[in-house]
């Protein structure tokens, strides 16, 4: 069975990033890695007084450093990451990053502190030692922690002290590292944390069209999937239209779909709608169902498909599942996993710049209005989709059923909406 991976490449953004990092603070600090700071006990204030503002690309938030180092190029501009920051001292013994992790909208990757943690760890080879854990003083910041340990930087060993926190906005995790590790670098760690300072940026969104029912229906369609991207189901497509949505629904159309363009929305959108999975389930039961495994006790039923289809014992499974479904709901019975994910094409279509707001719009409402006769609520609808994803990924849809029900267990439920209710154009 032909896979269509449905993928969040914010996580591919940040290993690009902390490779990129990982090799111009490597280079600094082994040419440093034999010196230490030497200076005298400084206070916060003595070291704030020969400290400037360092401020990410996109001015989303800023720190002070030492007024002599100078930033650091990490090359994510081109990638929509620009509100990273790293700088360092001119003898490459001492450096510093600001890494900010926004809790929504399109360059997401986590809703969780521990994850920033492990990503930090996982990442940066970062090993606390227990030490130092008195939390500094962050503007704005709660929930803040910090530590001591060592880092490593392709095979670099360093010290490192590392103060996480989270705004309303964003989770941030600050990493100061040296060569040597001394007490005046860590005040001067804790003196860098006390100007940081958060300017949540603007949000820009060219999707211009009312939030009704009718777009609320469009949006249930595919909750599910924007849900688990933890992205916004109140939005038509899941995130404000603009250049940064744009770079993600583009990476993400080509690593899941291959699709690159214009033309490839409408050949991938063709074939979703006149064939998709549903078509090959259907010729698969038919296949197994003539080569007699309906006279198979269903407790063989897998070992009966490894027999004639050359797949492993997930697919086995899936293969025998699905000639359940068959058998119980007849040739539609994954149906709407196809007319789901064409649902959320077209929100990625807009995204992307591939289609126009109209565009989208008038050809989700087209779609809708020939989904919602075949169903008579969502929660059939969604049983559907979810017998197609057992087929697709030949794997359990118990993760998604747990977002389902979650989500119609929430006050902001996207399936509040009547499932029969009166689709309109109202754009």
Not at 55 to 76: H, I, K, M, P, R
Request: charged share 25%; net charge negative; aromatic share 14%.
């Amino acid at each position: 069975m032909k896979k269509e991976g449905e993928t969040k490449n914010m996580k591919e953004y940040w290993r690009r990033g902390r490779r990129l990092f990982a090799a111009v603070l490597a280079l600094a600090l082994a040419l440093g890695a034999l010196s230490g700071c030497g200076a005298k006990a400084k206070t916060q204030e003595e070291f704030l007084a020969e400290m400037k503002e360092f401020v990410t690309e996109d001015g989303s938030a800023s720190f002070y450093l030492n007024q002599n180092w100078t930033e650091e190029d990490l090359g994510l501009s081109d990638m929509g990451v620009d509100f990273w920051l790293c700088a360092q001292n001119e003898q490459g013994t001492e450096a510093a990053i600001l890494m900010q992790f926004p809790k929504r909208g399109a360059m997401q990757i986590t809703s969780e502190m521990s994850e920033v943690k492990a990503l930090v760890e996982d990442s940066y080879g970062y090993t606390p030692d227990g030490e130092n854990t008195e939390a500094p003083a962050v503007p704005g910041m709660s929930n803040v922690e910090a530590g001591t340990g060592k880092a490593n930087f392709d095979q670099v060993d360093v010290k490192a002290y590392v103060v996480y926190g989270e705004t309303e906005y964003a989770f941030y995790a600050l990493m100061y590292c040296w060569s040597t590790k001394t007490t005046d670098q860590i005040t001067a760690a804790k003196a860098s944390c006390s100007r940081f300072v958060e300017n949540v940026p603007e949000e820009e969104d060219a999707f211009a069209t009312e939030l009704t029912d009718t777009l609320r229906w469009f949006n249930a369609t595919c909750a599910i999937l924007t849900e688990l991207n933890d992205w916004d189901y109140s939005r038509f497509a899941g995130l404000p239209a603009n250049e940064e949505s744009m770079t993600v629904a583009q990476s993400i159309l080509d690593s899941s779909w291959g699709v690159t363009d214009r033309a490839t929305a409408d050949e991938t959108m063709s074939w979703i709608l006149t064939e998709g999975h549903r078509v090959g389930f259907v010729d698969d039961m038919e296949y197994l169902d003539a080569a007699g495994i309906g006279d198979v006790p269903e407790e063989e039923r897998e070992a009966f498909v490894l027999q004639y289809y050359e797949v492993d014992d997930a697919g086995a499974k899936a293969l025998a599942d699905g000639y359940r479904y068959y058998k119980e709901f007849g040739p539609e019975a994954i149906d709407a996993w196809d007319y789901c994910r064409a649902m959320n094409l077209l929100g990625f279509y807009y995204l992307a710049g591939y289609y126009t707001e109209q565009e989208a719009l008038d050809l989700s409402l087209e779609l809708a209005a020939a989904i919602q006769p075949l169903y008579t609520s969502w929660d059939e609808l969604i049983d559907s989709y979810l017998r197609g994803y057992e087929y697709w990924a030949e794997e359990s849809s118990d993760e998604r059923r747990a977002v389902y029900e979650d989500l119609k267990s929430r006050a902001d439920n996207p399936y509040a909406v009547d499932y029969n209710t009166a689709l309109e154009k109202t754009w």
